[in-house]
């Protein structure tokens, strides 16, 4: 039976700045006081021990997940609390990242057995499409472009690749910088796929006809590791290894750092950004975890913490109505979070 849980917060906002610019460093605080009510709703899967990793928005607005242990991949109905879960066709496949396509079909990343797989939820059968290369191990993160092509990046094989579904061939780059660990990625507007590069202080873009990689730098020690691309183009990121939050504006190639309120050692890690412009990440390194949401116009956090404590949020998916969709590893939970409502 699954399980939910929901916690409705007042929450109050703090915030501080770091500014890199070219030569210089600033550091300005910015303390504010509002209230932010959130409910956090989580649900118990169904599989013990399945970890779940990254969650998704399907076409008909529900909760997707990849159950990295249970190689499965999951579906949660928000309206009835209702878990299906679809087993995977390959033995500890690892499935990673996913993403839904206009078709309805869900795509994802086999990141123990070096594939993306589609999943057609209609009959369950799942396509798999192997690496071409052997060396592209551990492929991560999968996202779309609007001409449906699929983009991904691998970690392990310190490569990007690309996906024409209509074909099935699949493209593969090296990223310039050694051992970068491409993790996090996202298309902007004008159709260009950005992607972090965990294993070093870089951002890094894609020219999506060569596929050339442009990589900029951002302050020394800084790892980002999810990403999320505003409506203005601007790139967030999480920066895992020192606690910020970041911006990366690609056309002046401008830094910007805020520290997260849980201080340097809290871990910012999965992300998003919901329709009406908010910033939300999860702080892992911090007990409970938490959900931080942050405005952009005023340069404030609001912060709540996870009921269950959150076991590591991974990453987290944006819906149209503006709730977040968050995968709780270490919990085996999966959970939405809306802001107003009431406990229950």
Known sequence: MNSARALSLSVGVFGAIVLIAAAS??????????????????WSLPTPNARPHDPAVGKDGALWFTEQQGNKIGRLDPATGAIREFPLKTTNTGPHGLVADNDGNIWFTGNYSGLIGRLDPRTGNVTEYKMPDPLASDPHTPVFDSRGILWFTVQGGNMVGRLDPRTGKIDLKRVPTKEALPYGMGINS??????????????AMIDPKTMDITEFALPEGTRPRRMAIASDDKVYFTDFELGHLGRLDPTTRAVKLWTSPGGSRSSPYGMTITPDGMVWYSESGVNPNT?????????SFAEAQIPSGGGVVRNMAATTDGRVYIACSGENKVGIVTLGGVSH
């Not at 460093?25 to 989580?42: C, D, G, K, N, Q």
Request: charged share 25%.
């Open 291 to 299: 959900i931080v949401r942050f405005d952009p116009r005023t340069e």
């Open 190 to 203: 004008k159709g260009v796929p950005f992607f972090c590069e965990f294993g070093s202080n870089k951002m």
């Open 25 to 42: 460093r600033t550091a300005l605080s910015h303390p504010s006081v509002e209230i932010l009510h959130v409910t956090i709703r989580e």
